[in-house]
């Protein structure tokens, strides 16, 4: 720590498929800035492999971390001997890849004799709005990603109430399933979202799973097997899809996955408002929060009910390390910091009073 109490945080994240290194600087009574914030993705290494290879991913982290970190001193004009602390996720996510990243930062951290913090990186995701929008505690986040679909009540750094999440496939690994089938490019989300505003979303009827059921648990791996289907029917009679067939079945699909997260939105809204009717706030993050259907949908939603909605730039909603040092930040604050036995998670639970999600999820565990 300076001695004008400026904190200097370097964050590393590498739990899935993007390899990121950032740096903030926080200083109090300010908002944090971030002084560099670089990610290195590796869609291309795992292209032919139709979703991420965790040994690929792992080894491709290792390769990339010392880089990421290398950049990010070299964006922000600083040098090692500047960093004040060093945060890394800690879990939950690809082991392999988890590893990297902590073994990466346990080097920097006893090299340079500083603290280490270990972040949850569901937690990351979680405080972002906190870094991009300085939300006060509490606030209901709406946490939707390839590898994630949850909703929690925030209420501190290490606070978090899951009211219910999905039960099988994130919302993103649907968008990307649903995109290979049809035959566009990846990642899914984004070529289904283009498809989806040239088709009509009336004209295939997709089930809206779960939403017969009460609570805020989701399904998204029906819908899939439903456009499966359909994509089938039209390959049996007519023996290939036309542009207008993809664009309806997109957009058929995108209106489905817009439903269900709008009414198990306002499900978790009215737990969150019960216990929070002076805080009325929902934030959206994870690369799904890009989607411009859903965020209509949400932001139309909560101005009905006069509910606050913020969603972070794209470039903090997919994954990234400047979440990962906000959260280390967070903690770093109250006084925690781990040692040279900070363990890497497969899986952790932000709300460990909460059941066990059931899914597992082709980009490593749910929560
Ligand atoms: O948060 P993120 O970068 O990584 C994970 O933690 O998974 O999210 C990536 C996911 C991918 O599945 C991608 O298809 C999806 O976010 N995505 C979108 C959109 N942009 C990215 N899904 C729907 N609509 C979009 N515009
Ligand atoms: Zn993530």
Redesign the pocket.
């Given at each position: 720590m300076n001695e004008n109490t400026e904190t200097i945080i370097l964050g590393l994240e590498s739990s899935?498929d993007?390899t990121a290194a950032a740096i903030l600087r926080a200083r109090p009574d300010a908002a944090p800035d971030i002084l560099a914030s670089i990610v290195h993705g590796q869609t291309d290494l795992h292209a032919a492999f139709g979703g991420v290879v965790p040994e690929i991913a792992a080894r491709a982290h290792a390769e990339k971390l010392d880089i990421c970190v290398e950049e990010a001193l070299a964006a922000a004009d600083l040098t090692l001997a500047d960093i004040d602390a060093i945060a890394v996720t800690a879990g939950p996510g690809l082991i392999g890849g988890v590893l990297s990243g902590v073994m990466c930062a346990k080097g920097l951290a006893a090299g340079l004799n500083i603290p280490l913090i270990g972040v949850n990186h569901l937690a990351g995701?979680a405080l972002t709005p906190r870094l991009t929008d300085q939300v006060a505690f509490p606030y209901l986040m709406l946490l939707v990603?390839?590898?994630?679909c949850q909703f929690l009540i925030v209420r501190g750094p290490e606070d978090f109430s899951r009211l219910g999440g999905t039960i099988d496939d994130?919302?993103?690994?649907a968008?990307?399933k649903t995109a290979r089938l049809l035959g566009l490019p990846?990642?899914?989300?984004?070529s289904?979202?283009l498809e989806a505003t040239k088709g009509d979303p009336a004209r295939f009827r997709f089930p809206r799973p779960l939403l017969d059921r009460p609570g805020c648990d989701m399904s998204f791996s029906g819908l899939k097997t439903a456009l499966l289907r359909a994509r089938d029917a039209l390959l049996a009679e007519k023996g290939g899809l036309t542009e207008q067939d993809r664009a309806d079945l997109c957009a058929g699909f995108q209106a489905a996955v817009v439903d269900v997260l709008s009414e198990k939105t306002r499900r978790a809204l009215d737990i969150y408002l019960e216990e929070n009717p002076s805080q009325p706030l929902l934030a959206v993050a994870?690369?799904?929060a890009?989607?411009?259907a859903?965020r209509a949908r949400l932001e139309t939603d909560c101005a009905a009910r006069d509910v606050t909605f913020t969603a972070p730039p794209l470039a903090l909603?997919?994954?990234n390390a400047a979440m990962i040092a906000y959260a280390g930040l967070e903690r770093f604050a109250k006084g925690a910091k781990d040692d040279m036995t900070l363990a890497a998670r497969p899986r952790w639970p932000l709300d460990q009073t909460a059941p066990a999600l059931l899914g597992s999820g082709k980009?490593g565990a749910k929560a």
């Open positions: 899935c993007d995701h990603s390839g590898g994630h994130a919302p993103g690994e968008f990307d990846q990642p899914g989300g984004p289904v979202q994870g690369g799904v890009a989607n411009t859903i909603c997919t994954d980009k």
